[in-house]
């Protein structure tokens, strides 16, 4: 019995071997195959971000090939995000360069012309008197601080951009804040007979650094001294409302066209209706980088002809 068994069972455990083997070449052949696709698609893909093209999909919701071209798309999507941000920063970079050129040109062009005049002072011609002398000494001091404020304020405002200052804010009184800024500017308003006012402004505790947002006031101030006619008025008043409270400044200038009140507060804006007067259209500019520092913000409203509204939110604090 034994021997019939082993005899018949022979030709049965021959046939699981080759079929094992079959079933095995059969896999290795699946793998081989199989690693030589995903090999092919990874090759495709890293040909692919190398030519800045699309990744081309897999197809496929799951598996190695599905999770590899996935993360090819994201790494590409990254590159490109990264390459943008460099090409934006670049050109931002060219623009600075450029718009710091045409600031600077002016004063500096000025300062070069009065000093040759009182270089040539007396030589080969007429002499100059001593109130000539004074007048052009004068004004080589005024552009002289116009180069000093242009270049401090181009400072300031790289420098807040890039997160570059320690800025530093929190509950101060406000009144005195708003003071140092009128000071700054009281001489120049009462060269032109400009009244500066206030409405109900009752002192108050508002989450803000004095020394940057005196700057924030002085700039809006000196706007509306510079494109306010003489025997004007600048009123200044404030709104307590529950979260914020508004320090408005109103003058009675020139006012703002409609269409250019969400450019003015864009870097070197400058409205075609002013090119003939003094400015470098980084006041405004400065004055949003501040308070964005301060959890605060700026608006305007204004009618051609008829004067500006700038309304300066800061947060309350627990008086």
């Known amino acids: 019995m034994e021997w019939m068994w082993a005899e018949n ?3 049965v455990i021959v046939v699981c071997a080759v079929m094992a083997a079959v079933i095995c070449a059969a896999a290795a052949l699946f793998f081989y195959r199989e690693k030589n696709r995903i090999y092919r698609m990874a090759c495709k893909m890293m040909d692919e971000l190398l030519d800045d093209k699309a990744v081309t999909p ?4 799951e598996g190695e090939t599905a999770v590899l071209s996935g993360k090819a798309e994201r790494i590409q999507e990254k590159l490109r995000a990264e390459i943008g941000q460099a090409a934006g920063e ?6 600075l360069i450029s718009n710091m050129s045409h600031q600077l040109k002016t004063p500096l062009a000025n300062i070069m012309m009065y000093e040759e005049i009182l270089s040539a002072d007396g030589k080969g011609g007429r002499s100059l008197s001593e109130e000539e002398r004074k007048h052009f000494l004068d004004k080589m001091h005024v552009q002289s ?5 242009i270049l401090n304020s181009l400072f300031k405002m790289v ?3 890039e997160n570059a200052i320690v800025f530093e804010a929190g509950p101060g009184l406000i009144r005195k804040t708003l003071l140092d800024a009128v000071n700054l500017v ?3 308003a009462q060269k032109k007979q400009i009244e500066i006012g206030t409405e109900y402004f009752p002192d108050c505790l508002l989450y803000h650094n004095p020394k940057w947002t005196t700057e924030v006031f002085a700039n809006i101030l000196e ?4 494109y306010t006619p003489e025997y004007g008025k600048i009123t200044i008043g404030m709104r307590r409302m529950e979260m914020y409270t508004e320090i408005w400044i109103r003058d009675t200038g ?3 066209d409609k269409g250019e009140l969400n450019s003015i507060f864009k870097r070197f804006y400058r409205s075609p209706d002013v090119e003939n007067v003094e400015g470098s259209g980084i006041g405004l500019y400065l004055g949003k980088l501040i308070l964005e520092k301060e959890k605060g913000y700026m608006n305007v409203a204004s009618v051609k002809g008829e004067g500006s509204c700038f309304s300066v939110f800061l947060q309350n604090c627990r008086n």
């Not at 670049?90 to 623009?95: A, D, G, P, T, Y």
């Not at 706007?223 to 510079?226: Q, R």
């Open 9 to 11: 069972t022979g030709p």
């Open 58 to 61: 897999s197809g496929l919701k």
């Open 90 to 95: 670049k050109e931002q970079v060219k623009s």
């Open 145 to 149: 601080e116009k180069v000093n404020w």
């Open 159 to 161: 420098k807040l951009e």
């Open 186 to 188: 009281y001489e120049k």
């Open 223 to 226: 706007n509306a001294v510079k």
């Open 254 to 256: 020139r006012g703002i």
